[in-house]
């Protein structure tokens, strides 16, 4: 079973539109993390989320969004999509913030 | 935020013993230190976490100094397969303070 699964791997979208990413983790963790990597492979994180708090790194747009309907779900929606948006976002879980972090595959976003 | 420092990147070969160093002056109390592993096209895999001295396991060694502000991995005798990015994590072990990864370290193993 995956522990940690995003969805879709792969998103090729047009600039200004508003899209979102899903992530799911089935290992029963409390916090959820988004992750930005870029095409020189540094690993930012966006947000830490559990069911008692949001998180956002202050340097993230407010284009993005995390969104969580359960404790096993955090969506990523972005709104007015941007050339500068294009890179592989990975989805992570922990049991509690700064444990081991599990790690989806990654949705590789691009921009055109 | 705890910064981390690595180097961009190493080299070695089959059966070599690898040591990748993290600094981190401005580590917080509370920090501990963890090192994942990243093959190409896949998420970050957890390697091996620690908070002071020295942890080891099934894979890997860290060496934290008394002063905790740098870390090592240590890969023993290293494979081809070793060939990943690795990157050092710093954070809090309480919710509220963000986590910051490293820039990474690509080591390339050679046969």
């Known amino acids: 079973d995956t522990a940690v699964s995003q969805t879709p791997k792969y998103l090729v979208t047009q600039m200004g539109n508003d899209k979102s990413i899903k992530c799911e983790q089935n290992?029963?963790?409390?916090?959820m993390y988004w992750y930005k990597q870029d095409s020189k492979k540094f690993l930012k994180i966006m947000f830490s989320?559990?069911?008692?708090?949001?998180?956002i790194n202050e340097t993230v747009p407010n284009r993005f969004s995390p969104k969580s309907p359960d404790k096993a779900h955090l969506n990523l929606h972005i709104n007015s999509l941007e050339l500068g948006d294009s890179a592989v976002y990975f989805c992570?879980?922990?049991?509690?913030?700064?444990?081991?972090?599990?790690f989806g595959p990654g949705t590789r976003l691009t921009v055109t | 935020l705890a910064k981390t420092t690595q180097p961009i990147s190493m080299d070695s070969y089959e059966g070599q013993e690898v040591n990748i160093t993290c600094s981190h002056n401005?580590?917080?109390?509370?920090?501990?230190i963890t090192w994942y592993q990243q093959f190409p096209s896949q998420g970050p895999r957890f390697i091996i976490q620690?908070?002071?001295t020295k942890v080891t396991n099934e894979v890997a060694s860290l060496f934290i100094p008394a002063d905790r502000k740098s870390s090592t991995l240590s890969l023993p005798r290293v494979s081809l397969s070793d060939t990943a990015v690795y990157y050092c994590?710093?954070?809090?072990?309480?919710?509220?303070?963000?986590?910051?990864f490293g820039g990474g370290t690509r080591l390339m193993v050679k046969p």
């Open positions: 992570a879980s922990s049991q509690d913030t700064g444990s081991e972090q599990y």
């Open positions: 290992l029963g963790h409390d916090t």
């Open positions: 989320y559990n069911n008692k708090e949001l998180i």
């Open positions: 401005n580590i917080a109390t509370n920090d501990y």
């Open positions: 620690g908070y002071k």
């Open positions: 994590l710093v954070g809090e072990d309480n919710a509220g303070n963000m986590l910051t």
